[in-house]
């Protein structure tokens, strides 16, 4: 499966952004999907994931809360609506297929899309 996100852009501390990540392929329902960032200087994290059917969502500590992850598989698209934006969400986000909901290892994902920039400004 190949996967293309986009969404990303700058924003002012306490906005949002919604990412999305378009799936190509027939098999996007057969994947849990989720949403990685990587800051400069620091090693790609785990931020969000969601089972194949949407029914369980898992978050990171740090944008519990704030972040929604959702997908649409009539549309092959998974989303990461982001709120509350901090500084320290600026990063390259990442989405991911494979694993479970509760995968939170990069080497859990078995395809990655390219990244998307997301910058947040005081």
């Known amino acids: 499966v190949q996967l293309q996100a986009s969404g990303g852009g700058l924003v002012q501390a306490g906005g949002s952004l919604r990412l999305s990540c378009a799936a190509s392929?027939?098999?996007?329902?057969?994947?849990?999907m989720g949403w990685f960032r990587q800051a400069p200087g620091k090693e790609r994290e785990f931020v969000a994931a969601?089972?194949?059917?949407?029914?369980?969502?898992n978050y990171a500590d740090s944008v519990k809360g704030r972040f929604t992850i959702s997908r649409d598989n009539a549309k092959n698209t998974v989303y990461l609506q982001m709120n509350s934006l901090k500084l320290e969400d600026t990063a390259v986000y990442y989405c991911?297929?494979?694993?479970?909901?509760?995968?939170?290892?990069?080497?859990?994902?078995?395809?990655w899309g390219q990244g998307t920039q997301v910058t947040v400004s005081s």
């Open positions: 991911a297929a494979g694993g479970s909901a509760w995968s939170t290892r990069i080497d859990q994902y078995d395809y």
């Open positions: 392929g027939r098999t996007f329902s057969s994947y849990a």
């Open positions: 969601i089972s194949r059917n949407g029914l369980i969502t």
